[in-house]
Every structure is written in C-alpha cells, then in structure tokens.
C-alpha cells in the first residue's frame, strides 16, 4: 500500500499548493514612503501655483503665501516612515488553515468513507493463498466487504458446510437465495443446512424451502436427498428409497454417486421387507366426512373442503389430499397413493397417518375457516368437521 499513500499525498500537496498560493502573492510588500507621496503633491501643487503667478494671476505677496502655505502642509502631513500592507492578516491565518484543514479532511473521510479494505484485499487476492485458513480468511473478509455479491455469500456457505458448521451457513444461504433470486438449488441447500443445524430434526420451515425448491425443479438433487435422509431416519424406508431412486433417475449413467444412492436405497428396501413391507403396498384409507350441525349454518354449499393425509411422524406435507365441497357433504372416499400432491411422498411410504378436514371459503388448502379431525380403526376413518379454525 506504500505507492498507494505515496500518490495520495503528492496529490493532497498539489491541493495545499493550490490552497496556499494566494497566501504566498499576498505577502506583505513595501509601499511607497508617505512623505515621498507628499513631496510629490507638494511640487504638483508648488508647480501649479508657479504657473498662476506668471500668468499675472497671482501677485508676489499672495505667492509668497501660497508657497509657505505648501510647506506648512507638507511637514504637518509626514508623521514618520509608514507602509500599507496589501493584504489583510486576518486573510493570510484563514487561508493557512484552510490549507492544512481541506488535506486532513480528505483523508479522514476517505478513511471512513472510502474503499481502502477493498483494495488491500483485491491486492491480497491477486496472489495464491498460502493455506486454507488464509484463503477461508480471504472469503469472510470478501463477504464483509462486498455483502450483495451473491457468489461470494454463497461460496463462503459452502464451505462452512464442509466443515460442519451448518448453524452458521444457515443465515448465508438465506442471504444468498434472497440476492440470487430464490434459485431451486440453492433452497434446497439452504433447507439441507437447517436440518443438520437442528441437529437433523425436520421442520416446517424446512419443507417449505423444499417444497418450493421442487416446485420450481422437480428434480432438484438437494432437495430430494434431503427427503430421502430424513425418512431414513425416521425409518419410513418406502419413502427413503422412493426419495433416492427419483434423484438416481436424474443423474447421468456415469455419474458416482448413483452408486451411493443404489446402497441407500437397496438398505431401505431390506428395512422394509424386514418390517413386513407388504403393508404398505397400495395403501388405501376409507374416510367418511361429515359437517357437524352447529356448523351447517355458517358455510355455503360451494366452500370447498379439503380432506387430507399427513403423516403422525414425518414431514408435514399431506400425503393424500382430495377437494370437496360443501354440498357434497355428508361423503365416504377413499384416500390413496393416487392422491399424493408429490410423488416420491405416498401413504404407502408411512406408518401412522393423521386425517383431517378443512372448509375454506377462499379455496386456499393451508388456511379456512373452519377444521374437523377423525376417529380412525384400522384405516377406516370418520371426520367431522365441527371446530373453527385457530391461525397462530
């Protein structure tokens, strides 16, 4: 950085030059004597009065006066040897100060305002790091100094996924999906982070990042690898295993990690036979729903109504939905695989399902106005809708 200051004070001396130039032509010069000056009146006036008298205008005697009245006022107006200074003292102090101020002032802001770390890392990054905590450092600070460079946020999340800190790649994939644009890669890393860093607990929040991932590309690899690992774990293995082969289709013939995905997937599937996988095979569930009484005078035969699925220990997707209204009421149907809003997530892939109702004027599936919940036996299932719905 030594040339860097090096031009910037050649340049704040070519302002102070600048700035202090009228100060130097405006040093104070000797002027002309005041009795010079009145020697020369004098004999300006002396001369003219020469001329009156030779003309005949002015006679001896009246001359005479004239003459040692010239000298009189000559001698009363020559006090001393006096200078008048061309320049005021006030304007030289002023204009001092201001030359020192103005350069200080430009480096102060500069200092604050200015883009001094910029450069000093843009120069530190034209050379190869010398480690990995160097060239980590180099990222965090390049984060820092450009926070809306999305590649930038996105590289330093990366990383600090490789070496297990989720918790604190959370907040930089969240910042990088807002400046990139929500990309569907890059919210199913940003979900994939939030689950480790809820110690693999899965979440609302999470399935929304993942459902939005994979409406915008079904086939996002994260997303789908996500699912997969978290039914694993939560041993709904026809779910794992449809989960992995939906991403292994994706995946180019020679690409390795099909591979990994064909042992996961051959592990989910001797889970499942081992557990009597054949339980699952079609699964389908008989629902009856009905609208209570005390309800019957607060809809309209055209509310819709939405009957569904979820798993009791899984995602919070609904497994199974059907749309219904009202008037249709009261109804028995059949809810099953066929039904499911995602493919790789079926009844047939879980245990344990709980089945609910909602009645929502607007036609929206996630909110309404009114809820019912159901008795089940076996998979046979009677919902009533009966209770107003609570929003938190």
Same mark, same amino acid.
């Given at each position: ?6 031009? &910037?004070? /050649? *340049?704040? $001396?070519?302002? @102070? #030059? =600048?700035?202090?130039?009228? +100060? ?5 010069? %000797? !002027? ?73 002032? &430009?480096? /102060? *802001?500069? $200092?604050?305002? @200015? #883009? =001094?770390?910029?450069?000093? +890392? ?5 050379? %190869? !790091? ?73 979440? &609302?929040?999470?399935?929304? $990042?993942?459902?939005? #991932? =994979? ?66 095979q079609g699964r389908r569930l008989n629902v009856t729903v009905k609208l209570a ?17 979820? #798993? ?24 099953s695989d066929a039904d499911a809003m995602q493919p790789a997530l079926k009844l ?45």
């Open positions: 950085m030594t040339d860097f200051w090096v031009v &910037a004070m /050649a *340049l704040l $001396l070519a302002v @102070g #030059a =600048l700035l202090g130039w009228p +100060l130097m032509v405006s040093r104070r010069r %000797p !002027a002309a004597p005041r009795d010079t000056v009145n020697v020369q009146v004098y004999e300006e006036r002396l001369a003219g009065l020469r001329e009156e008298h030779e003309a005949g205008r002015l006679e001896d005697e009246a001359w005479e006066a004239a003459k040692v009245e010239a000298a009189k006022a000559l001698l009363a107006d020559v006090p001393g040897q006096q200078t008048v200074p061309l320049a005021r003292r006030n304007g030289r102090w002023l204009l001092g100060l201001v030359m020192v101020l103005v350069p200080a002032a &430009a480096i /102060a *802001l500069y $200092l604050h305002f @200015g #883009a =001094l770390s910029r450069l000093e +890392l843009a120069r530190e990054l034209a050379t %190869p !790091a010398r480690s990995p905590e160097q060239a980590l450092s180099r990222l965090e600070r390049t984060v820092q100094a450009q926070p809306d460079a999305p590649d930038a946020v996105f590289l330093l999340a990366r990383t600090y996924m490789a070496q297990n800190r989720a918790a604190e790649a959370v907040p930089l994939f969240a910042q990088a999906a807002q400046l990139a644009g929500r990309p569907p890669a890059l919210l199913g890393q940003w979900a994939q982070a939030l689950y480790f860093a809820a110690s693999r607990q899965w979440s &609302a929040s999470i399935q929304a $990042l993942v459902d939005e #991932a =994979l409406q915008g590309d079904p086939n996002e690899s994260t997303s789908l690898g996500l699912l997969g690992i978290a039914a694993f774990e939560g041993k709904h293995w026809a779910a794992a295993a449809a989960y992995w082969a939906r991403l292994q289709a994706g995946l180019a013939p020679n690409d390795p990690t099909r591979d990994t995905l064909q042992a996961g997937i051959d592990r989910a599937r001797h889970a499942l036979e081992e557990e009597g996988g054949a339980q699952v009484p005390s309800v019957a005078t607060h809809v309209s035969p055209q509310d819709t109504v939405f009957v569904f699925a979820r #798993a009791a220990d899984g995602p919070p997707v609904p497994l199974a939905v059907k749309r219904l209204r009202v008037a249709d009421l009261p109804t028995t149907l059949v809810l047939s892939g879980f245990g344990e399902v709980h089945v609910m109702a909602r009645v929502s004027r607007a036609g929206q599936p996630l909110h309404g106005e009114w809820v019912g919940a159901a008795t089940h036996s076996g998979d046979t299932y009677t919902l009533t809708i009966d209770s107003p719905e609570t929003r938190p």
